[in-house]
Nanobody, 121 residues
Framework: QVQLVESGGGLVQAGGSLDLSCVTSGSILRVYTVAWYRQAPGQQRELVAR???????DYHDSVKGRFTISRDNVMNIAYLRMNSLKPEDTGLYYCNADVQETDREGYRNYWGQGTQVTVSS
């Protein structure tokens, strides 16, 4: 039983900032790589940012210098700080994580339900 729950989405004007959170809960031994994806209507879901357990980060080119991914390995929370937002950043933002569970060996990948981010002109 593992659940990912995103929060923090909303409506902001271009140039504004927004902070997203992703809480992973359940029968967890370890959370490994955590990623944020986004999907605009009619478009493919795309990887926005990713962070490993030892805090190695990578970003989509379109958000480099504007977004920051971080995590708390004790509380199993991942964050995405979004600065200098643009209308093209609009979409449903999903949290994704590889999780090792207490009742089995190996890893499973989980998705959150998404949180809406809308950036107005």
């Amino acid at each position: 039983q593992v659940q990912l729950v995103e929060s923090g989405g909303g409506l902001v004007q271009a140039g504004g900032s927004l902070d997203l959170s992703c809480v992973t809960s359940g029968s967890i031994l370890r959370v490994y790589t955590v990623a944020w994806y986004r999907q605009a209507p009619g478009q493919q879901r795309e990887l926005v940012a990713r962070i490993t357990r030892d805090l190695i980060r990578d970003y989509h080119d379109s958000v480099k210098g504007r977004f920051t991914i971080s995590r708390d390995n004790v509380m199993n929370i991942a964050y995405l700080r979004m600065n200098s937002l643009k209308p093209e950043d609009t979409g449903l933002y999903y949290c994704n994580a590889d999780v090792q569970e207490t009742d089995r060996e190996g890893y499973r990948n989980y998705w959150g339900q998404g949180t809406q981010v809308t950036v107005s002109s």
